[in-house]
């Protein structure tokens, strides 16, 4: 257990609809950052908060969106869905000033 | 954050020590090298960073050379559940902790 917890496992839906993906970090770690991962593809950086602002975007689409609360969980939403979203969606989070991230062990959407 | 080269895939003999080679040759003075790994649709694992001195931890071994052009990651006893891809990212550390951006990588196949 890394200590960043990500639910659900897995999900099922079907084109056109929407889901959430959550992500509680490990404790203390005001920093959440998701990526996402196609088959046989390469970590896409997507979105990145800290202690509940937003801080850096990379390519997320603008069907999906995210936001980080006060207890500092995330959750990324994506609407929608096409069957191109399908791919494994990863949390990481980390400590101000610490080098390392830590990942969760992700969602697995598929879109049919 | 500095470009990586990595090699795309590698091979290594269970038991014998696996040498990943990583180039960063436009390397900046305040910019570490981290190496993370991906096993099978598991979440990235941090495994060792460093900025110009060997490092060494109970995973890994981490070789800068005094230029810092280039690394080496060491695992010194391969296991088949190293099996995994490779990850060597350059970047300057924040206090807000800026994103990982990641390459392809160096799949490493470890055989009996």
């Known amino acids: 257990d890394s200590g960043v917890t990500q639910t659900p496992k897995h999900l099922i839906t079907a084109t056109g609809q929407r889901v959430t993906l959550r992500c509680s970090p490990r404790s203390g770690d005001l920093s959440v950052y998701w990526y996402q991962q196609s088959l046989d593809q390469g970590l896409q950086f997507l979105i990145q908060?800290?202690?509940?602002?937003?801080?850096a975007k990379g390519n997320i689409l603008e069907r999906f969106s995210a936001q980080q609360f006060p207890d500092l969980h995330s959750e990324l939403n994506l609407s929608s869905l096409e069957l191109g979203d399908s791919a494994l969606y990863f949390c990481?989070?980390?400590?101000?000033?610490?080098?390392?991230?830590?990942f969760g062990s992700g969602t697995r959407l598929t879109v049919v | 954050d500095a470009k990586t080269t990595q090699p795309p895939s590698m091979d290594c003999a269970e038991g014998r020590a696996a040498n990943l080679p990583c180039n960063h040759s436009t390397i900046s003075g305040n910019e570490y090298v981290y190496w993370y790994r991906q096993i099978h649709s598991q979440g990235p694992q941090y495994i060792i960073h460093?900025?110009?001195n060997n490092e060494t931890n109970e995973m890994a071994s981490l070789i800068i050379t005094e230029d810092r052009k280039s690394s080496t990651l060491i695992l010194p006893h391969a296991t088949l559940r190293d099996t995994a891809v490779y990850y060597c990212?350059?970047?300057?550390?924040?206090?807000?902790?800026?994103?990982?951006?990641f390459g392809g990588g160096t799949r490493l196949m470890v055989k009996p």
């Open positions: 908060y800290y202690n509940g602002e937003e801080r």
């Open positions: 460093g900025l110009k």
């Open positions: 990212i350059v970047r300057v550390p924040s206090n807000a902790g800026n994103m990982l951006t």
């Open positions: 990481a989070s980390t400590k101000t000033g610490w080098n390392g991230y830590t």
